[in-house]
């Protein structure tokens, strides 16, 4: 359960927007967007505290990987407000940038810390995929 919430927490910081891109986009992206700014800093250093703990990073591997995640926030920023990109374009450099975000964490990573990063990674991706199963616009309603 530990490692299902820190990697929930790290799909929020490195996924949120893809994951965001199915339903009524327009409306919940301005919604998500306004309440992420107001908070995502705070969220993600929570979420890499976590993960620090969970991988056991060195103080410098959790500097490294704390410019990674700003990168991506800053990134993904740019890119969901692009007006000039369609939603499959938006989702399609979001996913490589999700996937880019996490190549670069892995590379800061020891080989057992990279095994271990790869299980929260694929806990995520099915928690997820799980969810979305679940989801539906009445789902999200009522767990929010």
């Known amino acids: 359960m530990k490692i299902t919430t820190l ?18 986009q327009d409306q919940s992206q301005s919604q998500m967007g306004n309440h ?4 995502g800093k705070q969220d993600m250093q ?3 505290d976590k993960v620090s703990a969970e991988l056991n990073l060195s103080a410098d ?6 410019g990674i995640m700003n990168d ?5 920023r740019s890119v969901r407000q692009d007006s ?6 938006k989702q399609a450099k979001l996913k490589e940038l999700h996937e880019s975000t996490h190549s670069k964490i892995n590379a800061v ?8 990063f790869a299980e929260m990674r694929k806990d995520m991706h099915e928690d997820r995929k799980e969810h979305r199963h ?3 616009d009445k789902d999200n309603t009522s767990k929010q």
């Open 46 to 48: 929570q979420h890499i």
């Open 72 to 76: 991506q926030m800053s990134q993904a």
């Open 134 to 136: 679940k989801g539906g």
């Open 109 to 116: 990573l020891t080989p057992d810390q990279q095994k271990k």
């Open 84 to 89: 000039s990109l369609s939603d499959d374009q």
């Open 36 to 39: 992420r700014h107001g908070d």
């Open 61 to 66: 591997q959790k500097t490294q990987v704390q």
């Open 7 to 24: 990697v929930l927490g790290l799909a929020l910081m490195s996924g949120v927007a893809f994951a965001q891109s199915s339903g009524t």
